[in-house]
C-alpha cells in the first residue's frame, strides 16, 4: 500500500480527535467555572465558547484550555481575566435608531399611562443601552418616576457602565445615532467632554440602578413596564433563550413590552404565545405581553451561591 495513500484519512482522524478533546477540554472548563465561581456558561453557543475560549487560550499564554483550567481553579484573577472573553461587550449609544425611534414614538406614550415605571435593560455591557433609555426616558418626561435597572455578569462591565465614561471619538457615532431615532435636541446637551472622554451627566444615573444578575442562574424582577434584552440571546443555546425569555414574560406587568434584538425572536420559542408582537422589523423586534399569559414555574437549572443582587 502506498503510505501517501493513507495519510489523508489519517490526518482526518487525528483532527477528528483533536476536536473532540477541545469540545471535552470547554465542557469540563465551563463545568469548573459554575462549581468554583458558581457562573453558568454552560448552555451558551458552542459555536461562540469555541472562538471566545481559542482566542483566551492564545492571548493569555496557555498551550492547552486544560491548563488554563488548571490556573482558574487557583487564582480568581485568572477567572476575571477570563470573564473578558466569555462576555460580549460590543454596543453603542442608541444602537439601531429604529429601535428607539419606535419607543419614543409609540411606547412611551403607553409607558406614560402608568404613575410610575419600571425598566430592566438585561445585558447591559459597558452601559451604551442603558443612558440611551435614560435620555429616552428623560426626553419622554418619564425618568423621574422610573426606575432603571441595568444588569449583567461582568463586574467590570457594570464598573464602567455605571461610570458612564466613553471614548470621545465616539461622541460623533453617538450622535448621529441619537438624531436618526428622533432626538429631540443634542446629544452633546447630556455629556461634558474632558480630555480624550466624554461622560454622561450624574443626573441620569439617580434614576439607574446596576446589579449583577445571570439569566442563566438567577431569579426575575417584578413588575416591569418594558424588558430590553437585545443581542443577548444570540449567545445562548434555545433551551437558555427559553428560560431568559420565561423570565422576561414573569417579570413583565400584563401589557408590558419586550424589545428583542435584530437577529432575535419569540416566533419559535416555548413563550411565543404570552406575547403579541408590535414591530417586528429588521432592526425592530418588539413584542407586548398579552394580559392572559399567566405567570409559569421558572426552576433555575442552577444557583449562584454568591448574592446575584449585588445593586450598585
Known amino acids: ?34 462549581l468554583r465561581y458558581q457562573h453558568d456558561f454552560r448552555a451558551y453557543a458552542p459555536g461562540l465558547l469555541r472562538r471566545r475560549m481559542a482566542q483566551a487560550r492564545d492571548q493569555m499564554g496557555y498551550e492547552h484550555l486544560s491548563e488554563l483550567q488548571h490556573a482558574l481553579l487557583r487564582e480568581p484573577a485568572v477567572f476575571a481575566r477570563l470573564l473578558q472573553y466569555l462576555t460580549v461587550q460590543v454596543s453603542e449609544m442608541f444602537r439601531d435608531p429604529a429601535y428607539f425611534r419606535v419607543l419614543r414614538e409609540e411606547v412611551m406614550p403607553q409607558l406614560s399611562t402608568w404613575p410610575s415605571l419600571k425598566v430592566w435593560v438585561a445585558g447591559c455591557s459597558h452601559g451604551e443601552e442603558v443612558w440611551s433609555m435614560a435620555i429616552l426616558l428623560k426626553e419622554a418626561g418619564l425618568l423621574d418616576r422610573t426606575i432603571l435597572y441595568a444588569t449583567d455578569i461582568n463586574p467590570q462591565a457594570l464598573q464602567r457602565a455605571e461610570a458612564g465614561v466613553f471614548p470621545r471619538d465616539r461622541a460623533a457615532q453617538f450622535s448621529r445615532n441619537y438624531l436618526a431615532s428622533g432626538g429631540t435636541g443634542s446629544l452633546s446637551d447630556y455629556y461634558t467632554c474632558a480630555y ?21 442562574t438567577d431569579a426575575v424582577f417584578s413588575e416591569l413596564h418594558l424588558v ?12 437558555l433563550q427559553d428560560r431568559s425569555i420565561g423570565l422576561f414574560r414573569d417579570s413583565l406587568v400584563r401589557g408590558g413590552f419586550l424589545g428583542l434584538g435584530s437577529r432575535e425572536t419569540l416566533q419559535f420559542g416555548a413563550h411565543a404565545r404570552a406575547f403579541e408582537p408590535i414591530h417586528v422589523q429588521a432592526d425592530v423586534k418588539l413584542y407586548r405581553r398579552l394580559p392572559d399569559a399567566a405567570p409559569h414555574d421558572i426552576t433555575p437549572t442552577t444557583r449562584r451561591t454568591t448574592p446575584p443582587w449585588n445593586t450598585r
Open 1 to 34: 500500500m502506498n503510505p501517501a495513500s493513507v495519510l489523508p484519512a489519517d490526518d482526518a482522524e487525528l483532527a477528528g480527535a483533536d476536536e473532540t478533546i477541545g469540545e471535552l477540554e470547554i465542557r469540563l472548563l465551563m463545568e469548573a467555572i459554575y
Open 196 to 216: 480624550d472622554a466624554i461622560a454622561f451627566d450624574r443626573g441620569l444615573r439617580r434614576q439607574i440602578m446596576f446589579a449583577d444578575h445571570s439569566l442563566a
Open 228 to 239: 430590553s434584552c437585545r443581542n443577548v440571546l444570540i449567545y445562548f443555546t434555545p433551551a
